[in-house]
């Protein structure tokens, strides 16, 4: 089995800077993508960013130029620096991993942590 925990939440400021850690463990041949979501009361899941195997970054559109995600392939670890917080950043963080549990596995299997809760407020 796999299992992805992430850590780092907490009270900050608006204007201020938070960082975030997310690690995969357990089975795992290979992790392809691992990516950051936020999900808020009342309001969808949303996408934060995406880091592929080869660095490959996207960001969603309310994060873009704040935020920057980065990964750790040998560590199959991902961070999200969050700098310039708005409230309206206020959300539960979810890191997911796309793993391969074996060389010959066919498919990648997506892996969801808990989520660490964030929250910007004066």
């Known amino acids: 089995q796999v299992q992805v925990v992430e850590s780092g939440g907490g009270s900050v400021l608006p204007g201020g800077s938070l960082r975030l850690s997310c690690a995969a463990s357990?089975?795992?041949?290979?992790?392809?993508?691992m990516a950051w979501y936020r999900q808020s009361p009342g309001k969808e899941r949303e996408l934060v960013a995406t880091?592929?195997?080869?660095?490959?970054?996207k960001y969603g559109n309310s994060v873009q130029g704040r935020f920057t995600a980065a990964r750790h392939n040998f560590e199959n670890t991902l961070s999200l620096q969050m700098d310039m917080v708005k409230p309206e950043d206020t959300a539960v963080y979810l890191c997911?991993?796309?793993?391969?549990?074996?060389?010959?596995?066919?498919?990648?299997?997506?892996?969801w942590g808990k989520g660490t809760l964030v929250t910007v407020s004066s």
């Open positions: 997911n991993a796309a793993v391969l549990s074996s060389w010959d596995a066919r498919d990648a299997v997506t892996y």
């Open positions: 357990g089975t795992i041949f290979k992790v392809t993508t």
């Open positions: 880091v592929r195997r080869d660095g490959t970054t």
